[in-house]
């Protein structure tokens, strides 16, 4: 018997090693054998026809000009975290801007810094926070480049600064015909730009207004969705909040019915402000998320481990800088024929509980044993937007974010889109919109109800663009069709 003992305790002493030492899989992106690009899903491999590496602005300049001389295309790429072939297309030369990733100025007395469009969050607090300062929107994390960012106008967990278009001082643009343009916070060009998906031209640098750093104290609340509504507009209120999440329970005993909120208190103490943090427990993370991603009463106790994890953090004190690179390498995902994709939903505030309400006749509370399955909704505000074309929040909304697992075969796929689809169509609704740097799930028509201002923005590219140098995935599929003068 103890030989027996003896023989398990080995046997899970070296599973446990095995488990560690693994590494977390890091997808990769890019280039692949052939001249095959790709982005973060994979789902959209496409034969180009070469990588040019940023060097200098005269090389872009020569490259674009030449481009239009012999009719070539152009594509942007950073660090290709979008999901629907935004930074490639059949080919076409890809230019890539990770190169181009200096930070150029900081101004503490503005309050302002200076990047080029390749550089990082990350770069970006590095060289900010020896003086104090923080950024004022950014998304979750910090592994995204600048001209990514604003190129899909990204939110994130602030609640008082709006989008990142809104923190734009200057941008100095490469357009289309191969000049070099200042583009200032009022010039009417930056609404085509600033969530323009690369289709105007290339970021070369930035200026953002940014603000103080500071330290905050982590408050959570568990509610009912069905209250929620009533206790954001209490959030929005309390002016010592700065930053606010939430999460909707896609566990089958408590699907949509349960939320729990994350709040960062503006706190004064005397101490220095802490040092930029790294990821911390990966494996961890990852191994609860593992677990939910089976689904039905895996499901239901993530959950439990998901909610219980983030009231142990009630109380901690953080910095405006570190609320702002939260975790990502756990939430990787290469599970041999699936494939995991962000969907986005926005919907006016007012109609959120019932908007919830509708998507329990809609989404299946226990999906374990269907193709397509919902891991994860995160609930975020995002205020009107008035400064960008392609529009996401035409009023005060609140953005779902939703992580859903399917196949990677023609059936597959075939069944997620229906499935998102349908989903986009309750939004609709309910006077909503969807996120545009995802995957091509939505139709053309559900791409113009959701984006009325879609035809003056196609006018615009054919009027700026007129040999429709810039191009890609995104443009091929929703915009071609509304620009009379393609050629």
Same mark, same amino acid.
């Given at each position: ?25 890091? $997808? ?21 026809? $070469? ?33 629907? =072939? ?108 600033? =969530?323009?998906?690369?289709?105007? =031209? ?44 939430? $999460? ?12 729990? &909120? ?32 089976? =689904? ?56 959120? &509980? ?93 791409? &113009? ?13 054919? $009027?700026?663009?007129?040999? &429709? ?19």
């Amino acid at each position: 018997m103890k030989k027996i003992m003896g023989i398990g305790t080995i046997l899970i002493v070296l599973c446990a090693v095995i488990w560690w030492i693994i590494p977390v899989e890091q $997808r990769k992106y890019g280039l692949t054998a052939g001249n095959l690009a790709t982005d973060y899903t994979g789902l959209i491999p496409t034969k180009i026809e $070469r990588v040019e590496q940023a060097i200098s602005r005269e090389q872009l300049q020569q490259l674009v000009r030449q481009a239009n001389a012999e009719g070539k295309k152009i594509s942007i790429a950073g660090l290709q975290h979008s999901q629907g =072939g935004h930074t490639f297309f059949e080919d076409a030369i890809v230019l890539d801007m990770r190169s181009f990733n200096q930070v150029l100025a900081v101004d503490d007395v503005q309050k302002t810094v200076k990047v080029e469009a390749g550089a990082t969050f990350d770069t970006i607090q590095q060289a900010i926070a020896p003086y104090g300062l923080a950024l004022k929107v950014t998304q979750s994390q910090s592994i995204f480049t600048v001209g990514g960012s604003l190129s899909i106008n990204a939110h994130g967990r602030d609640i008082r600064n709006g989008s990142m278009a809104s923190n734009v001082e200057e941008l100095t643009l490469l357009t289309p015909t191969g000049d070099i343009e200042v583009l200032k916070k009022d010039d009417d060009k930056l609404r085509y730009v600033l =969530g323009g998906y690369g289709l105007f =031209g290339v970021m070369l640098d930035v200026t953002l207004s940014v603000t103080e750093d500071e330290l905050y104290q982590m408050e959570t609340d568990h509610i009912t969705a069905r209250n929620y509504k009533a206790y954001f507009r209490n959030v929005q209120q309390d002016t010592d909040i700065a930053m606010h999440y939430a $999460r909707l329970s896609v566990a089958p005993a408590s699907f949509l019915e349960e939320l729990y &909120t994350v709040n960062y208190h503006r706190i004064k103490l005397d101490e220095e402000l802490p040092a930029l943090a790294d990821e911390q427990l990966v494996r961890l993370r990852k191994a609860a998320l593992d677990l939910g991603r089976q =689904g039905g009463g895996y499901e239901d106790l993530f959950w439990r481990i998901q909610s219980g994890h983030a009231d142990l953090q009630a109380g901690s004190i953080v910095s405006r800088n570190n609320v702002m690179r939260a975790e990502s390498t756990f939430m990787e995902y290469t599970k041999p024929g699936k494939v995991e994709v962000l969907q986005e939903f926005f919907v006016p505030v007012e109609v959120f &509980t019932d908007y919830v309400e509708a998507l329990k006749d809609y989404v299946p509370a226990n999906d374990r044993d269907h193709s397509v399955k919902v891991h994860n909704i995160t609930v975020r505000y995002t205020a009107r937007d008035e400064l960008t074309q392609l529009n996401y929040a035409k009023d005060d909304m609140l953005a779902l974010v939703v992580l859903i697992q399917h196949g990677v075969t023609d059936a597959e796929i075939a069944e997620a889109t229906a499935f998102i689809r349908g989903w986009t169509d309750v939004t609709r609704a309910y006077g909503g919109t969807y996120y545009l740097p995802y995957y091509p799930y939505q139709t053309p028509e559900q791409f &113009t109800k959701a984006y009325p201002n879609a035809q003056e923005f196609a006018d615009m590219k054919a $009027r700026l663009d007129p040999n &429709t140098v810039f191009i890609n995935h995104f443009y091929d599929n929703y915009i071609k069709g509304l620009t009379a003068n393609e050629n």
